[in-house]
């Protein structure tokens, strides 16, 4: 698909489940369950929906979903179904060596486990010639978890990346790189990103946690997982004011359906327009 001068693609890297109350926090069951039917076990369906973005100079990965290090019994909990990056990028004719970049919103397991892959207990870089960007802030709270956050972050994901000397730490909001550029939306985590991509007059938004799924549009439709769950209401409003607009696209990261749309905000209340992908990235 086309974004002005550059080429972009949804990698649907893996499905899996969640408890939906932990999806809505506060909101009671009998109204998120109408948005998203649980299972018997109480469970949603979820997607990791990441970005391959393709630039005239760079080949990015926007977050690596799940991976592939899952053992059986922990899979079986989350009903995961999750595929390797090699898998994914063959369409595009593209392999995990082409990829130079790596731009992470945070450091989650459902977000950063696919950067580093395991064989045989050995484990190696998913992407091994790409610098990885993640906020300095994330970085420090991911090495040093609180007791609330730590079963969040996995070592084995994230440290890889600073001993094969591919960490790039940022400090902010900023360009990243021309038409590329990140900023902080404090709620999910302290330092948590989205990422904005701009290129001739057109503009697409990779929304990452702040803003999970399409029913999670309403500003005070807060996650259980959310650590400041008042900025993220705060932020989502904003995201409503500067993102509903026709030149604008969104990507929810974990949508289970139509993840690729269009916000409007009609009457004060924020609606969702999928647009069209190619075969391979619809759901």
């Not at 079986?76 to 999750?82: E, G, S, V």
């Not at 696209?249 to 004060?268: K, Q, S, T």
């Amino acid at each position: 698909m086309k974004l002005g001068a550059f080429d972009f693609h949804v990698l649907r890297q893996s499905t899996f489940r969640l408890d939906g109350g932990a999806m809505f926090g506060h909101v009671p069951k009998v109204v998120w369950s109408k948005l998203i039917p649980p299972d018997e076990q109480n469970r949603i369906p979820l997607a990791c929906n990441c970005l391959l973005l393709i630039t005239p100079d760079h080949k990015i990965i926007i977050d690596t979903g799940m991976g592939t290090k899952w053992p059986p019994k922990l899979a079986a909990l989350y009903d995961l179904d999750a595929r390797g990056f090699d898998e994914l990028l063959k369409p595009h004719c593209l392999s995990p060596g082409d990829i130079d970049t790596v731009i992470m919103t945070h450091l989650h397991i459902d977000h950063a486990g696919g950067l580093t892959t395991r064989d045989a207990g050995d484990l190696s870089l998913a992407f091994p010639k790409a610098r990885v960007y993640i906020q300095s802030g994330e970085w420090q709270a991911a090495n040093n978890p609180d007791i609330r956050s730590a079963p969040s972050y996995v070592a084995d994901d994230f440290q890889p990346i600073k001993g094969a000397g591919k960490l790039e730490l940022l400090d902010g909001d900023g360009e990243v790189f021309p038409g590329i550029s990140v900023g902080i939306t404090s709620g999910h985590t302290k330092n948590h990103q989205l990422v904005e991509i701009e290129s001739e007059g057109q503009r697409l938004v990779f929304l990452g946690d702040i803003m999970p799924t399409v029913s999670n549009l309403k500003p005070n439709y807060a996650m259980g997982y959310d650590l400041y769950p008042l900025d993220v209401i705060a932020y989502r409003k904003s995201i409503l004011e500067r993102y509903a607009r026709p030149d604008t696209a969104l990507i929810f990261e974990h949508e289970a359906g139509d993840c690729y749309g269009r916000l409007d905000v009609i009457d004060g209340k924020p609606r969702f327009t999928a647009l069209p992908t190619s075969p391979e990235e619809s759901p």
